[in-house]
């Protein structure tokens, strides 16, 4: 299968899964691959080099620094050319043609900015992902994580975000907005990057394909708890006019006394965690500034509209996950990550 889609695989410390993910993908297409690698301190550059040096259509890119998830896929997207960028994580593997479904979808509907295919559990027959679930005060929840995979939506739908794992996107969409933002580091990109899409009149859909399978762990790190928090935040001072966050203020409210009842009784340091996101919100105020003027140039959606596909509902399988602490699945648990 040859598609005008080009597949960067961000890693970071990834060399005991990079292989697996790479020879997955080549199993199922021959679109162009480019392995960015974000610094890491393990064997996944010299890794990557074996690999494109002994499969067709295989670059690696080098970063500088591990700048987050966001910043690898912007730095694969300086090196192709093709309409759209599929981005995908190391700790993934493909079962079948995921990308062909995504790419239909993309090419019968201009007004679709970005899609995510569906993700399942490495070692268990359930979902992780079917796109994302975003509330309207900045929360973002992966659609449908838990259920059993045989549960699978069989037609696309929209829905409110796409999800991290594994996405395609618009190289357009994403110059349009100027790239898919960085300063968030790690988690929340994806709540961020779907705002993003959505404020220039994109949608964004989940498209049922054969799963992709994910290595993850559902459970909350203090260092995860920080960058979620202050990522949601600032999104939210970022995209929204003062009067629709005094709107807001009774939810944003009830939910800031949630997170902090969930915080005081998980406790493993996701107190001084949240405290923390507050801390570093107000040391960012210049960053913010500059992101505000930047999405109100390429800004065309009212917050009325933009929040109009977002949802009330939280979903209670995952909440009741976190609350009882114990991971669902992966490898990763809490590995600690840095956060500059």
Not at 46 to 53: D, F, S, T, V, Y
Not at 195 to 217: K, N
Not at 223 to 234: A, C, M, P, S, V
């Amino acid at each position: 299968m040859t598609k005008p889609v080009t597949i960067a695989v961000v890693a970071y410390n990834d060399g005991a899964v990079l292989e697996a993910c790479i020879e997955s993908l080549r199993s199922v297409s021959d679109a162009p691959i480019v392995i960015v690698d974000n610094a890491s301190d393990d064997d996944t550059l010299g890794i990557g080099r074996h690999l494109a040096a002994a499969l067709p259509a295989i670059s690696v890119v080098s970063a500088e620094r591990n700048g987050g998830y966001a910043y690898g896929a912007n730095l694969a997207r300086t090196h192709i050319d093709t309409p759209y960028l599929a981005v995908m994580n190391a700790d993934c593997v493909a079962t079948g043609d995921w990308l062909s479904p995504c790419i239909a979808a993309l090419d019968a509907d201009p007004g679709i900015g970005g899609c995510s295919p569906t993700v399942g559990l490495a070692g268990a027959a359930q979902l992780n992902a079917e796109g994302l679930s975003i509330h309207k005060t900045g929360f973002g929840f992966n659609r449908h994580l838990g259920h059993p995979l045989t549960s699978a939506a069989r037609t696309p739908s929209e829905t409110p975000g796409i999800q991290g794992t594994a996405f395609v996107v618009r190289t357009e969409a994403l110059d349009r907005i100027g790239g898919w933002y960085e300063g968030g580091f790690l988690y929340h990109e994806d709540v961020e990057l779907s705002w993003a899409l959505r404020s220039v009149g994109s949608t964004t859909w989940h498209v049922p394909t054969a799963p992709i399978l994910h290595d993850y762990t559902l459970i909350m790190s203090a260092e995860k708890f920080f960058l979620l928090e202050r990522n949601r935040i600032e999104m939210l001072s970022t995209y929204l006019h003062p009067a629709t966050l005094v709107l807001l203020g009774p939810a944003l409210l009830m939910s800031e006394a949630a997170v902090w009842a969930y915080a005081l009784l998980a406790r493993g340091g996701l107190p001084g965690a949240k405290a923390r996101s507050y801390g570093s919100f107000r040391e960012r105020r210049e960053q913010r500034r500059e992101r505000r003027a930047q999405v109100r140039a390429f800004r065309s959606v009212p917050d009325r509209e933009l929040l109009a596909s977002m949802e009330w509902r939280y979903p209670g399988r995952q909440l009741r996950t976190l609350r009882r602490g114990r991971p669902m699945q992966g490898r990763r648990g809490d590995r600690p990550m840095p956060t500059d």
